[in-house]
């Protein structure tokens, strides 16, 4: 008959170590594939709207609010985890219905004042 092997302290803490490990380095992956960035990173692109908006310039509030001709508001977050940046869009009161028109332009906000502006990729 064999001797019991037993999972002392010192065996347990490298396996849970190399576990936890795997576990963040796949949630890291997944979140890049997902959101086109690392976390904590400014994304290339976003999704709103069912649409696709690309990376197009840095703007202030002031700039914003005087381009944008409707009233700018936040629509969300992005990513829609925690902790997520406010994403703004220029657009009519109420949800968003699909089929109906996006906003052209979303600005994600990257700082006190600062936010990074997104343009609609692709054509209606």
Not at 93 to 107: F, R
Request: charged share 15%; net charge positive; aromatic share 10%.
């Amino acid at each position: 008959m064999t001797a019991r092997t037993r999972m002392t302290l010192p065996n347990f803490v490298p396996a849970g170590l190399v576990l936890l490990l795997i576990a963040v380095g796949s949630l890291a992956a997944w979140y890049r594939a997902t959101y086109h960035s690392w976390p904590g990173m400014v994304p290339p692109a976003v999704h709103w709207c069912g649409r696709d908006y690309q990376i197009d310039s840095t703007e202030t509030w002031a700039q914003i609010t005087a381009a944008e001709t409707r009233p700018v508001r936040v629509v969300g977050s992005y990513p829609p985890l925690l902790p997520g940046r406010p994403l703004l869009a220029a657009r009519f009161p109420g949800q968003v219905k699909p089929g109906e028109p996006c906003a052209m332009i979303v600005y994600l906000r990257t700082g006190a004042g600062r936010y990074q502006a997104y343009t609609l990729e692709g054509g209606p």
